[in-house]
């Protein structure tokens, strides 16, 4: 890897997370030394990028830092293609249309020489087999997310009974043919994961939670290995 590539990657990773990135893990992603890593930090620093921290502890780049953009490479096509063909497939028609939206703006971007990794792409995913009648529309659900709203809905369990549910809706999980809501439930004062197939009459209120959605996803993240997979008898 050319030491300009180098550079630039090591902002690219910096970027990916708030949280501190050793050299070490920068060196093991590069599969260079850390003293190259230590080097090129020191090298990005004098071109006055925003990056803070000391060796051993890890290191930051400043949310604030604006980069010239940067052509994707093919490699990089594929994974967002792949990514996106998955999305366009799934029976969460509203995402489906943004990714394949998605999809022609990367290809309108991309030089003419290089448009032949989306048109005879390396990589493919297979065919989702949806349940017959399955149509799943979040587009409320992730307004309610970004806007930080409490939702209300129907919620139908397994057993089929019916009710009211005032949540916060923190993250929306997909598998192949599913979706499911990470929400807080009022009613149940817990965290509880909802399937959108069992929900009805939803609606996106003004109100926002008494607490940061920050909060409640460090929550979720605590409790995933307890909590995952446990939708149906838990709420």
Not at 33 to 61: E, K, N, W
Not at 207 to 230: C, F, H, N, V, Y
Request: hydrophobic share 40%.
């Amino acid at each position: 890897m050319r030491s300009t590539d180098r550079l630039f990657q090591i902002i690219q990773i910096l970027r990916r997370t708030p949280r501190p990135v050793t050299a070490a893990a920068i060196a093991e992603e590069l599969e260079v030394s850390r003293r190259t890593v230590y080097r090129d930090i020191t090298d990005l620093i004098s071109r006055r990028v925003p990056i803070q921290g000391t060796a051993g502890f890890g290191y930051t780049l400043d949310d604030d830092y604006e980069m010239r953009p940067l052509a994707l490479t093919p490699a990089e096509t594929e994974a967002l293609a792949l990514g996106a063909q998955w999305v366009s497939r799934h029976p969460d028609q509203a995402l489906a249309r943004l990714a394949l939206d998605a999809l022609s703006k990367i290809r309108l971007s991309l030089p003419e020489s290089s448009r032949t990794v989306l048109e005879q792409p390396a990589l493919g995913v297979a065919p989702i087999a949806a349940a017959p009648g399955t149509v799943l529309d979040t587009t409320s659900i992730r307004d309610a997310i970004r806007r930080w709203r409490v939702m209300t809905f129907r919620y139908r369990a397994l057993d089929g009974v019916v009710s009211q549910r005032n949540v916060w809706p923190i993250l929306l999980g997909y598998d192949a043919t599913r979706c499911l809501l990470i929400a807080w439930c009022e009613e149940r004062d817990a965290l509880r994961h909802f399937r959108l197939e069992r929900m009805s009459h939803i609606e996106v209120l003004e109100r926002r939670p008494p607490k940061r959605r920050t909060d409640m996803m460090r929550l979720w993240r605590a409790e995933q290995g307890k909590t995952i997979g446990a939708g149906d008898h838990k709420v």
